[in-house]
T-cell receptor
Framework: GQQLNQSPQSMFIQEGEDVSMNCTSS?????WLWYKQDPGEGPVLLIALYKAGELTSNGRLTAQFGITRKDSFLNISASIPSDVGIYFCAGSAPAGNKLTFGGGTRVLVKP | ETGVTQSPTHLIKTRGQQVTLRCSSQSGHNTVSWYQQALGQGPQFIFQ???????GRGNFPPRFSGLQFPNYSSELNVNALELDDSALYLC????????????FGPGTRLLVL
C-alpha cells in the first residue's frame, strides 16, 4: 500500500532559526496537506497543496508540492517557541477518499 | 461557522465491551472520515461517510462500524474491544466525498483495560 516517509523524525530548534522537513511517497498524490498537532489535540491544517510544482505560504510557513507528485516539503522561517509540536504531512491519491499520513516530525526546543 | 466537534473527550472501557464515539462535522461539510492514531504514530484511515453512505474503508476489521446522519454528523462504533484499540480517535470533515482538505476535531482518547 501507499507509504509516506517523513524526515527528520525529530529536530531541535533555536528561536530565530529556519527549519525544514519533507515527505516522500512511493506513489503519486494529487493533494498534499501539512498539519500541526499539539499534545492531546487534533491535527490543525497549516497548508494545502493541489497542483504539482505549487509553492504556497502561510505566514512564516512555506510548502511545496513536488513536480513528480511524490514529495513535498515544509519550511518554517524564523522559528518561535510556539512552533514546538508534531508536524504531519498527508497525501490524497488520485480518485482517493482517504488521507495517508507520514510518521510525523517532532519539533523540540534546544535546551 | 463551527468547527468539528467530538464527544466524549476521554473514555475508559474494558476488553470485550462496546463503544460509540460521536462527531459533528464543520458546517457546510457533507463528508466525515474517521482515523485511529496510536501513540507516537500518524493517523490511520478507518472509513469515510459521504451523504450517509460508507465511501471507502481502511484496513480495519468489521467490528469497527459507523453511521452518518442526515445532518452529516457521524458515529463510530467499535464492538468487542481489544487492548490494542486504545488510541486517539479522530474525526475529520470535508466537502465532496474525496480525500482533499480534511479538517480534524480534537479527538476522543479511548483507553481499553
Amino acid at each position: 500500500g501507499q507509504q509516506l516517509n517523513q524526515s527528520p523524525q525529530s529536530m531541535f530548534i533555536q528561536e530565530g532559526e529556519d527549519v525544514s522537513m519533507n515527505c516522500t511517497s512511493s506513489s503519486i498524490f494529487n493533494t498534499w496537506l501539512w498539519y500541526k498537532q499539539d499534545p492531546g489535540e487534533g491535527p490543525v491544517l497549516l497548508i494545502a497543496l493541489y497542483k504539482a510544482g505549487e509553492l504556497t505560504s502561510n505566514g512564516r510557513l512555506t510548502a511545496q508540492f513536488g513536480i513528480t507528485r511524490k514529495d513535498s516539503f515544509l519550511n518554517i522561517s524564523a522559528s518561535i517557541p510556539s512552533d514546538v509540536g508534531i508536524y504531519f504531512c498527508a497525501g490524497s491519491a488520485p480518485a482517493g477518499n482517504k488521507l495517508t499520513f507520514g510518521g510525523g516530525t517532532r519539533v523540540l526546543v534546544k535546551p | 461557522e463551527t468547527g468539528v466537534t467530538q464527544s466524549p473527550t476521554h473514555l475508559i472501557k474494558t476488553r470485550g465491551q462496546q463503544v460509540t464515539l460521536r462527531c459533528s462535522s464543520q458546517s457546510g461539510h457533507n463528508t466525515v472520515s474517521w482515523y485511529q492514531q496510536a501513540l507516537g504514530q500518524g493517523p490511520q484511515f478507518i472509513f469515510q461517510y459521504y451523504r450517509e453512505e460508507e465511501n471507502g474503508r481502511g484496513n480495519f476489521p468489521p467490528r469497527f462500524s459507523g453511521l452518518q446522519f442526515p445532518n452529516y454528523s457521524s458515529e463510530l462504533n467499535v464492538n468487542a474491544l481489544e487492548l490494542d484499540d486504545s488510541a486517539l480517535y479522530l474525526c475529520a470533515s470535508s466537502l465532496g466525498g474525496k480525500g482533499e482538505t480534511q479538517y480534524f476535531g480534537p479527538g476522543t482518547r479511548l483507553l481499553v483495560l
